[in-house]
């Protein structure tokens, strides 16, 4: 079973989510229902625009806790190092 360690955000690319899971579809259409959690609900996080895949749930959460502690600028390069557009991947899934 492979994990995802995933970002989220909202329509203005202003608000962000890191999250951990082992069902990425599932859990970005939870999201997208504004069910994922209050801080997702609040700010209309829905967006997914950068995700990896791990091995092990262990593997997954440490990434997830690093990426937590970045500076906001850090989390912004990422996404924009593979998706410089900020383009909803969200269709990206249906072809895995």
């Known amino acids: 079973m492979a994990f995802h360690t ?3 955000t909202c329509q203005s690319n202003t608000a962000i989510y890191i999250g951990v899971t082992g069902d990425l579809r599932q859990r970005v259409w939870q999201h997208s229902l504004g069910k994922g959690g209050d801080h997702t609900a609040k700010y209309r996080i ?3 625009v950068y995700f990896e895949t791990h091995e092990t749930l262990p593997a ?3 990434r997830e806790r ?5 500076r906001r600028a850090w989390k912004n390069a990422l996404i924009e190092q593979n998706n410089p557009n900020w383009s909803d991947l969200t269709m990206e899934l249906s072809f895995r």
């Open 6 to 8: 995933y970002i989220l």
């Open 46 to 48: 829905r967006k997914l």
């Open 60 to 62: 997954a959460t440490a």
């Open 66 to 70: 690093k990426l937590k502690r970045w």
